[in-house]
């Protein structure tokens, strides 16, 4: 049995957390103190899909001014790199403010420049890199918006690598965005789409269209047939896994249930992520807890599992030195 001690010291890796639903529950509750904000954040204990998304009204209603977004991404840094995280992917939908007080690009730079103070620091053991997300749930305008952004910022900031499709599932499809993903593709610039988050015939055509794209990853893929699972896997599309995140959304009674068996085995990669950990209350080290728990992994199944992580990464530069951390921990730890 692996202990808890030695996950959280293993040097893991994270690609799968969007930066807003990771604020920290106690930073959100001074926010809506500080602004006046009578908010009802009993829907943090319901972790279904609806709760979910009322968090994230709540959430949007609270962190609203640049210092606060500035605030949140060094707490998220900070608990990531406490966790002994190693790489961390953050993602997060380009906000700008409706009275002209600051633009998306204006954004995004504030949270690049705390990844940059982080990432240039001396002796720095986390490696931090930015995905811009599209929201599905919102309009085409809000998109290519976004797309216009990582047109013009990926070349001279190096620290953002990807482009995600991710929102509320039920809202408009995958064709309405393929465009922008056929455009980073062209480019170059990495993609990676949430995928099968929710159940239904409608998820499962717009997933196999998902598939046929050949995104880079895909997230959760929550809800598949065997169909989706033989081609994904014919694909070689590599997995982040959500643990807690897909237990409620999946609705499952014992995280033994959860699909992380019908990749990992077969030598699929997939990679295990927080999703948002102030909306499910969660770190990288609960995450992977959890899995080695319900499966039973060894030491050598959960290194494997770190590797593979390391294969998936964004920044392809970074790989080599995610791996000798892995291979050096396990074989000075291994006893
Ligand atoms: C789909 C999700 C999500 O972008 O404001 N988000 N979208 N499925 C999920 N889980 C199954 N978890 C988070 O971070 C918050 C936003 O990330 C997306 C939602 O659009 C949410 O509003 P940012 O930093």
């Known amino acids: 049995m692996i202990d808890l001690e030695f996950i959280k010291q293993a040097p893991k890796i994270e690609l799968h957390a969007h930066l807003n639903g990771c604020v920290r529950k106690e930073t959100l509750q001074q926010f809506a103190l500080e602004k006046n904000l009578q908010l009802d954040f009993s829907c943090f204990d319901r972790k279904d899909n609806d709760g979910q998304f009322h968090v994230f009204g709540i959430i949007s209603q609270t962190i609203?001014?640049?210092?606060?977004?500035?605030?949140?991404?060094?707490?998220?840094?900070?608990?990531f790199k406490h966790q002994?995280?190693?790489?961390?992917?953050?993602?997060?939908?380009?906000?700008?403010?409706?009275?002209?007080c600051f633009t998306m690009e204006e954004y995004v730079n504030?949270?690049?420049?705390?990844?940059?103070?982080?990432?240039?620091?001396?002796?720095?053991t986390m490696q931090v890199r930015l995905l811009l997300s599209i929201d599905r749930g919102r309009s085409q305008e809000h998109a290519q918006k976004v797309m216009n952004l990582i047109l013009k910022m990926h070349k001279e900031q190096p620290?953002?690598?990807?482009l995600d499709l991710s929102g509320n599932p039920e809202k408009n499809s995958?064709?309405?965005?393929?465009?922008?993903f056929q455009q980073c593709k062209s480019l170059n610039i990495k993609t990676t789409l949430h995928a099968a988050v929710i159940d239904g015939q409608k998820v499962i055509d717009e997933t196999l269209e998902m598939i046929e794209f050949q995104p880079d990853r895909v997230g959760h893929f929550n809800f598949f047939n065997k169909q989706l699972h033989d081609r994904i896997i014919e694909k070689?599309?590599?997995?982040?896994l959500?643990?807690?995140?897909n237990f409620f959304t999946k609705g499952l009674k014992d995280m033994s249930e959860h699909h992380f068996k019908d990749f990992f085995y077969q030598g699929h990669l997939v990679s295990l992520s927080t999703d948002d950990t102030g909306v499910f209350d969660t770190d990288s080290t609960q995450e992977h807890q959890k899995i080695i728990r319900a499966f039973n992994l060894n030491k050598e199944q959960f290194k494997q599992l770190l590797i593979n992580s390391s294969k998936m990464v964004f920044d392809a530069q970074l790989k080599e030195y995610l791996q000798q951390n892995i291979n050096q921990y396990f074989e000075t730890q291994q006893g």
Do not use: A, W
């Open 236 to 240: 070689k599309i590599p997995i982040e």
């Open 242 to 245: 959500c643990p807690t995140s």
């Open 174 to 180: 995958f064709q309405d965005f393929i465009k922008y």
């Open 64 to 79: 609203k001014t640049l210092p606060d977004f500035r605030r949140i991404t060094r707490e998220m840094l900070e608990d």
């Open 84 to 100: 002994n995280v190693i790489y961390l992917e953050i993602r997060t939908t380009p906000k700008e403010c409706e009275n002209g």
């Open 110 to 124: 504030t949270i690049l420049e705390v990844i940059k103070d982080h990432n240039q620091q001396k002796d720095q």
């Open 159 to 162: 620290y953002i690598v990807g």
